[in-house]
């Protein structure tokens, strides 16, 4: 098995470089373009605390979609798991992530689950506080506990943005608001929380950290603090390892096999149980919204450091 060096990731990098070519960077959100198509950043913080990281690990991009992994754990902290799954399912869904029709048919017209856009609009509707900027706030300083890193900070530009091309965003909550799911009012907070999450900027580092903690199960790695209880890191985990890469999470379940989260800004980040947390910036994703080099790191990581979790 490899051994972990900063060597090795510059290793993994140049290799899985070359993979940005087939994809694209998403042409809406600020602070990205083409110029980062060739970026690939990786960062690993193991349980011990080493830090190993290579390639443009200084940039940073919007949280976008693994904002719903935050979500989740605060309004599993807040509700509990009967309530949050009453709102939304817990099964994976072969269509995109912001399909609107499978809103249609499944039970009492849930999401499929929290790690979609309707899903993370729904259980937005579940985090505690009086206002949404209480609630944002909330969720903001969090993050940035669990990460400390003062390059995690709110983007008002990114924000501006996701709510002049969030038509399809306000179309899902709005249907969900039809449905019954969300009251009027919830559905006008809750995107609007989902947004601002949305808008937070993230580094790979700060993406490691957030990896750790979930592999530490709930507690902040710096200070042995429990944010969030181990039960509901538990099933945010098991549903990132169904879920958590979209209607290509069974790709990745076989191939990487461990949980994982991607955003459309190209970041993933990976929680290897017992083992480390993975942060990964590589802004040309494919056509399901997966980082494609990012992919490309973590088949290699599993692979040669053994990582799957069914490994044997
Ligand atoms: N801001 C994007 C959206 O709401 C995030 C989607 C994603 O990262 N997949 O559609």
Do not use: W
């Not at 009967?82 to 912001?98: A, W």
């Not at 950290?209 to 944010?227: A, M, S, V, Y």
């Not at 994982?260 to 800004?265: I, P």
Request: with cysteine; proline share 3%.
């Amino acid at each position: 098995m490899e051994k972990l060096s900063n060597a090795f990731m510059e290793e993994v990098v140049k290799a899985c470089r070359p993979y940005t070519a087939q994809g694209e960077v998403i042409d809406h959100i600020p602070g990205l373009d083409q110029s980062h198509a060739t970026d690939l950043g990786v960062t690993i913080i193991t349980q011990k605390g080493e830090v190993y990281s290579a390639g443009e690990d200084d940039c940073s991009f919007s949280l976008q979609s693994i904002s719903k992994v935050i979500i989740l754990l605060m309004a599993l902290e807040d509700f509990g798991k009967e309530v949050v799954f009453q709102k939304v399912g817990m099964e994976p869904t072969d269509d995109f992530f912001n399909s609107i029709s499978n809103l249609e048919d499944y039970e009492g017209h849930r999401p499929f689950n929290p790690l979609i856009n309707s899903g993370a609009i729904a259980t937005a509707s579940l985090v505690n506080g009086a206002s949404v900027d209480e609630r944002f706030d909330r969720i903001i300083s969090f993050l940035q506990t669990i990460t400390s890193d003062e390059r995690v900070k709110f983007n008002e530009e990114v924000y501006q943005s996701e709510i002049k091309n969030g038509a399809r965003n306000r179309s899902l909550a709005y249907f969900m608001e039809s449905t019954g799911v969300l009251s009027n009012q919830e559905a006008e907070e809750a995107l609007d929380l989902y947004y601002r999450v949305n808008s937070i900027d993230i580094t790979s580092l700060a993406l490691a950290k957030l990896g750790c903690f979930l592999t530490n199960h709930g507690r902040n790695i710096e200070t042995g603090d429990q944010l969030i209880q181990a039960r509901h890191v538990r099933t945010v985990k098991a549903i990132m390892l169904t879920s958590g890469m979209y209607n290509e999470s069974g790709t990745y379940a076989v191939e990487v096999g461990f949980p994982l989260k991607s955003g459309v800004s190209g970041s993933i980040v990976g929680a290897v149980p017992g083992r480390m947390g993975i942060g990964i910036i590589g802004p040309s994703i494919n056509k399901k919204g997966n980082s494609v080099a990012g992919g490309q790191v973590l088949r290699m990581l599993s692979d040669k450091l053994k990582l799957n979790i069914f490994h044997d």
